[in-house]
T-cell receptor
């Protein structure tokens, strides 16, 4: 257990509404990541953070923003949710055992209707 | 950017037989290659990884091989058991800077009792 929790675990929302997903870690790791998982696409990186207030874009960042005001929390926001953002979202942290290993949280299933 | 291809997308084996999953990558700068196992409704779990200074690594029934010249790496599971049934993902990373991982699209392994 890498000490990662995600909330909420399930959410249904309507098109056009804002949504924020939370990732919380208890191990004080510097690097945190947000991925989305869709059938036929595997895991794709949305955004990542390398420290408090330090974030950068990943492969599929359009329509998403992130914030990290504390080491332990990494927030993913969908400013105006669309049906194409229906997905399972995973948070990951890096550096538990070695500098390059990534460990994943349990995921959030988001449905946009 | 990096591109990771994974084959096959589905694999069925009889209990006790071996299973092999293969991945190729495109970026010669990649030097970290993890494998993840994902059970239904859970986050991906790191099961084994290999770095570019090693050609093979083994952990009980699981082994990974790496051919840097050909840019491919493989996961081998021997003496398969029903609990090995899951989706397996390979990934490649540059092991420096942001340590971003690029994932393959996954292989659904079914072990038939």
């Amino acid at each position: 257990d890498a000490g990662i929790t995600q909330s909420p675990r399930h959410k249904v929302t309507e098109t056009g509404t804002p949504v924020t997903l939370r990732c919380h870690q208890t191990e004080n790791h510097r690097y945190m990541y947000w991925y989305r998982q869709d059938p036929g696409h595997g895991l794709r990186l949305i955004h990542y953070s390398y420290g408090v207030k330090d974030t950068d874009k990943g492969e599929v960042s359009d329509g998403y923003s992130v914030s990290r005001s504390k080491t332990e929390d990494f927030l993913l926001t969908l400013e105006s949710a669309t049906s194409s953002q229906t997905s399972v979202y995973f948070c990951a942290i890096r550096g538990v055992q070695t500098v390059d290993e990534q460990y994943f949280g349990p995921g959030t299933r988001l449905t946009v209707t | 950017g990096e591109n990771v291809e994974q084959h096959p997308s589905t694999l069925s084996v009889q209990e006790g037989d071996s299973a092999v999953i293969k991945c190729t990558y495109s970026d010669s700068a990649s030097n970290y290659f993890p494998w993840y196992k994902q059970e239904l409704g859970k986050g991906p779990q790191l099961i084994i990884d290999i770095r570019s200074n090693v050609g093979e690594k083994k952990d009980q029934r699981i082994a990974v091989t790496l051919n840097k010249t050909a840019k491919h790496f493989s996961l081998h599971i021997t003496e398969t058991q029903p609990e090995d049934s899951a989706v397996y993902f390979c990934a490649a990373g540059a092991g420096a800077g942001s340590y971003q991982l690029t994932f393959g699209k996954g292989t659904k392994l079914s072990v038939i009792p």
